[in-house]
Each structure stands twice: as structure tokens, then as C-alpha cells.
């Protein structure tokens, strides 16, 4: 037979889907997710039980931790001594486990996330409790399997004498499942298991008088009432945890924040990072200096604030901008007949009663057996004792132990197991004294033996144990809550004027898309003027906002995307530094431009609306408040077309009238009240029928007849007409033309096009851009003022082979107080 012929084809998808879920079903079932009925993984169970079998209990003395991932290696976990060793860690950390089951000696780590010593370094030994989760597992309580090399057996799930899923909690992942069980208060969930007994058919409500919610190692406080019924419901929910803090007074006035109790799995040195992060970077206003003073008595860290700090208003801040509160997420999955399943409060109290109801009876039958052996033996005894003159003379008279039992059973009726005891029989045992203990221990056996067979005759018997059994844990090992619950979720609300020093300051943004912040103090020190502006050669500021640190500003980009900008987060400069690139201050792709910049005090101002002008001459308006966010990413502002973009953005009244100018010369004017105010991302209305080569290039807010319209095409001609001539019409149509382009050969061109226009009712300074990159300054006064379709006048020099293609007002402080 050659080669090839002892393989058969198959499909890469069957054999790997088929190699995949073999792998998925070994981790679901034997590494990440615990049983529901002892809350263990296999590699904790293994490892409970590998120092239970080696005598490594609470009344005996420490030893090596790697002797005990040895055994667990070589008898039962055949992975990597890192995993069982990280296993042993998490079951000593007191952080972590509400009741730890492993009681460690040397450094177990710390709540810093400091890694525990190597294993050939620490010590461990059973925890007192860990002996009530192994308490009568050599009764016959659980099933036990062959390990991996069949060389000897380990449990398949351990007697959990207390509800251990619930009181320690467990994290897991695996592939396709994943685990999140908070730890609990031991009395409520032996309690909740004691009401479950006595009232199988009772309620989540009346069960969650009983347990409050997770009880985390960590103290803390628990907000989500909801949440907690949700996860106690269906397995999933949200709660939040929050740090236990208060506000200390110290001497001059000052006031210190004193953290005391932390969230669960919250690393505690990455906290008091973060919250120094926060203070170096000055992203609060106030905090002086933060200290872990954590040690013997406990954690404790201080955030010393500065005078006059708001410390409501900075603890608020922190609560929301660090770990000092975290969103906690229920996922109570457990493995339950071998497969994961997702539960409720009420599905893992029963589980585990089905467990202990098991256990009890499997111990009972066990014991049964042994005391009705005794009881068998006592017998036996009895009867020879009160015969003893006659066996002795028979046992005399036998040739050997064998021929004195067989002569036993026939001649006084007793069984093999009689007999031999009686052979047995020590003589000091034929004293008054020791007879009459037989009779005893054969009386109280007896009375055993009908306890017992009541606990297997009696369900409500056998829930009595299991309560009395419960009840002693619960005396024993039972200790307070230890995190506090709190119905609502408190909503932080962080106040900027508290948390921002407030200061006027200059915002400005160049055409090349640079950004920067500038105090007024250094704006007069440097001379006061905005031509002393700091700009890269060829750049120029388009816009100049005088705002203060606790504004907002609302970015809009030429896509249609907006970013919030809160003013205090832009970077200080000096008025003569460049300023840095706006991407750097907020994502914006590499394809996009900001076309306006809208300074924000109040969103909830009423009647404050946003209008849109679109280069396809859509238009739309929104209220003001729709624009609200606390996202620094971008956010659909307006939903465009294919191929047009934003060309610009203007607050509004809603008692407006918008003017539109297109690039072919024509224009609108309508009301804006005929433009109904729309969601945040809706396309708009059509302002103007353009024609299919033509597109706006200005959008003006107009009332009343007062001012002029200059508009300017490509060339450098202008011109100004009068506001009267444009009347009032409706939107949509084709508008009216506003300029005139000369046409002909020997005609000297005006222009192809219009680059732009604006309302004037005062002399303004234009800055105009050229193709080439070359920049031109014009007074608007340059500009003659004529009729609406008219052909202009030249009021700047554009070289032949040159075009202009941008129009803006140049920037100035009387523009900007106004």
C-alpha cells in the first residue's frame, strides 16, 4: 500500500470546526467557567484537594508552595505550574475572595497588583473555611474520576458544605462563554438558602430582603437596585461601585478628600496614578498633592486640596474621570449537568440545595453502612460475653483461628464478622467495666442508626441537617457586610466653573488648522495687536474668539462631523507661538476641515438654534440643545449627499432671514423660519435650485434693508449692492442674479466665477487666498457699491496665471467684542 492511500480527504472546515469545539468544550467545562455547585474552576478544586489529601490543613504547619503545584501537577493538573501556582495566589488574596480559602505565609502580593513572591519562596495551608467546602469527602459524598494517567482519583466536585459560588465569587473566560459573579455576604446567602428550604416556591422580592446585593471585599458602596434585581433575575446586570470617601477639614481652611475603601478589582497604586496624572496635568483646578498613606491600618489615600478648592466639586470629577467609581457587570454563568448556563439568584440557591441534599444523603447511607457494621459487631460481642464460660471452651478446643471461627458460626450462630471480632476480643475487653461499655456503645449505635435512617426516610429531616449544618457555618466563619447599598444611582454631575479656574482668554484658528489658547496678559504683553499674531509663514488667522476656560466650543467639520471642544482643553501659548495642530487636539481625519467654530456658554439657552448651508444648497436647523454632548470623538452633525460638503454654520434667533450667493452669480433670500427645525442628524431642505455646474459660496444671516452685499469673483473684481435689492422670496426657488460676468473676446474677463460675499454695514478688512498660495488683504470700502447685477471693479491685482479661491473677513477684536 503506498503512501498516499492510507489518508482520506476531508474538508478544513470540518476538521477544524470539529478540533475547535473540542477545545471550546475542554475550556467551558475544565479551565474558566466554576461549577454551580461548588463555585470552583477545576484547577482550584484540584488544588483544595491536593493539600486536603497531603494533610496540609489549618492545624498543622505551613509548607512550600511548590510542593503543593508539584502534586497538583503530577497527580491531577497536567498544565503549566505558572497557572496552578497564579490559581493558589488568587485564593490567599482577602482582596479578591471574601473569604479566602488558602491561608498563605510570606508575600502574597499586594492590592498595588505587586506579584507574589515565587512559589519556592511563599507558604500555604487550608484556610479553616476551605475545610467546610472538603468537610465528609471521604464519606462517599461526591463522585470521583480517574486523574489524566489513571494512576489514582480526584473528586468531580467537592461537598461545599456553604454556598461557595455566591459568598467568593468567580471571573472567568472561556470560548464563546464568559463569567462575572460578584462575592456575597455569607450569613445572607445561608440565610437566603435556610428561607429557600422552608419556602421553595418563594419570590426574588421576598429572597432579596434577605440578600441585599454583592458584598465586595473591598468595602465600597453599591449603587443599581435595578441592576442587582436584573442580575439576581436573568444573570445579567449593571451595578456601579463607589470608593467610601470623605471630606476632611484641616487647618487655614483647607479641605483634604480621604479615600478609605476602594472598588472591587481596582488596582490601588493605578488609582493614585491617575489621580495624580490629574493633577499634574492640571486638568483640575485644586488639588495640591495626593498621598497613599495606606499601611498597617488599613487603605487609605489623601487628596490634599489647594485653598478655596471646591472639594464636592473635584471629588465629583474624580469619581467620574478615574476608578474611584466603576461600572461592575453581572454575568452569573456556571456550569450546570456539564453544560454553561446563564442564571438567576433562585437557579443557584437551588442548585446548590440539590447539592447539599446529595451530599447529606450520600453521608447518611455512608455512615448508615458503618454503624449498622458496629452495630453488627456490638451484637456479636454482646451475645459471646453473656456466653463467654461455652466460646471459650470452644475456641479451646479448635485447632486453629480458623477451625475457632468456623466453630463459632456453627455451633452459637454467629456471622464471619462476629466471629472474628470475638477472636479479636483484647481479655482486658471481659472486665465488668468493659462489658458494660459494649452495651452502651451497642445502645447509642442503635439510636444512630435510627437517626440516620429517619434523615433518608424524611426529606424534611434531611433539610434539618442541612439547616443545622448551615446555620454552625454561618455562626462560625460569619462576618458584617462589608459594602454598603444604595437604591438609586447617583448621577455625578461635574461642575466646570468648580473644577476650571475661570478665565477670559483668546481661542484662534489659523487657515493651515492651527489652534491655540492664549491668556490676555500675554496678548498685551505682546503688544497688543492681532497682526502680532504667531503664525507659520504663509498662514493666517481666519478665526479670533475672545471666550472664557469654562465654554465650550462646537467644532464643525467640511464632512458634516462636529467635535465638542471644552475651552480650557485646548493647550496654552504665548499670542506669539505658532499654537499647535487642531488633530492633535481633537481626531480629525487627515481628509476633513473645520469650516466653522461656534463658542458655546449655555446649550439650554432657549430659541438658540444652529443653521446649516451646504455647498448643494441644502439647509437645515437645529436647536442649539441637540448639540450637547460629552463625547470627544466625532459626532454626525448633518447627514450630506454624495459630493457636497458643509460650507458653513451660523448661530440663529429663528427670527433671521438667510441669504444664499451661488459661485454662477445668482441669489436667495428667504426667512428662515421656513426652514422647520430638524433632529440632529437630518440632511435638511433645498435652500436654492442650482443649476448642475453651479454650488453656494456664501451664507449670510440678513434683516431688515440695512447694509450691502459685497460679493467678489476669482479675479479680484467686486462689488457692492444694496440689502433692499434683495427681496424677501420663498425657499427652493432659482433666486435672482446678484453679479455679472462680462463675456467675449475682446472683452477683458471680470471673472468665471464668484469665491464668496458677505454682509457689510461697516468698512471690514478681507483677507483673500490665491491658488498660488499668495495672500491678499482689501478694504470692503474698495468695493463700489452698484447695482445688483453689475459687473464690478478690480479691487486687488491677481496675476494672470492666478486665481483667488478663498474670501474671509481678517480677524479683529472689534469683531470679536461685539
Known sequence: MSMLEQFLPAFLEEVVGDR?????????????IPDVRDGLKPVQRR?????YDAGNTPDKGYRKSAKTVGDVMGNYHPHGDSSIYEGMVRMAQPWKMAHPLIDGHGNWGSIDDDPAAAMRYTEARLSPIAMELLRDIEKRTVLFKDNFDNTTKEPVVLPSRYPNLLVNGVSGISSGFATEIPPHNLREVIDACKALMDKPDIGLDELMTIVKGPDFPTGGLIMGEDGIRDAYQTG????????????????????????????????????????????????????????????RNGLRIVVELKKEADAPGILAYLLKKTDLQVAYNFNMVAIVNKAPQQLGLIAILNAYVAHQKEVVTLRSRYELEKAEDRAHVLEGLAKALNLLDEVIATIKASKNRQDA??????????????ADAILTLQLYRLTNLEITSIEKELKDIQKRIAYLRSILDSEKKLLGVIKDELTEIREKFGID??????????????????IVASEDVFVTLSQDGYIKRTSKLSFTRSGGELTSAGVKEGDVIRTLLDVNTIDQLLLFTRKGQYYQLPVHLIPEFKWKDTGTAVVNVVPLPKDDSIVSVMPVKDFETPGRSLVFVTKRGQVKRTEL????????????????????????????????????ITKNGMSIRFAESDVNAMGRVAAGVRGIALREDDEIVAAEMVSGDEGEILVMTDLGFAKRSLLLDYPMQ???????????????????SNGERLIGGLLCKEERELVLLAASGAAFEAATEK?????????????????????LVTLFVRADLQQVTE
Open 783 to 803: 468695493a463700489p457699491i452698484e447695482d445688483r447685477k453689475s459687473t464690478g471693479r478690480a479691487i486687488v491685482a491677481v496675476d494672470k496665471k492666478d486665481t
Open 47 to 51: 488544588i483544595l484537594y491536593a493539600m
Open 20 to 32: 475547535f469545539g473540542r477545545y471550546s468544550k475542554y475550556i467551558i467545562q475544565d479551565r474558566a
Open 405 to 418: 471461627q468456623n466453630n463459632l458460626v456453627a455451633k452459637f450462630a454467629f456471622t464471619e464478622r462476629q
Open 730 to 748: 420663498g425657499r427652493g426657488g432659482k433666486g435672482i442674479a446678484t453679479f455679472e460676468f462680462k463675456e467675449g473676446k475682446r472683452v477683458r
Open 481 to 498: 457586610r462589608r459594602a454598603d447599598i444604595k437604591g438609586e444611582v447617583e448621577e455625578l454631575k461635574v461642575n466646570l466653573e468648580v
Open 236 to 295: 445579567k446586570g449593571r451595578i456601579y461601585h463607589r470608593s467610601k470617601t470623605e471630606i476632611e477639614e484641616l487647618k487655614g481652611g483647607r479641605q483634604q478628600i480621604v479615600i478609605t475603601e476602594i472598588p472591587f478589582q481596582v488596582v490601588k497604586s493605578r488609582l493614585v496614578t491617575a489621580m495624580e496624572n490629574i493633577r499634574i496635568e492640571k486638568k483640575v483646578e485644586g488639588i495640591a498633592e495626593v498621598r497613599d498613606e495606606s499601611g
Open 625 to 660: 440643545k441637540d448639540y450637547k454632548s460629552t463625547r470627544s470623538t466625532a459626532i454626525a452633525a448633518v447627514k450630506l449627499a454624495d459630493g457636497d460638503e458643509v460650507l458653513r454654520v451660523m448661530p440663529s434667533d429663528n427670527a433671521m432671514e438667510l441669504l444664499l
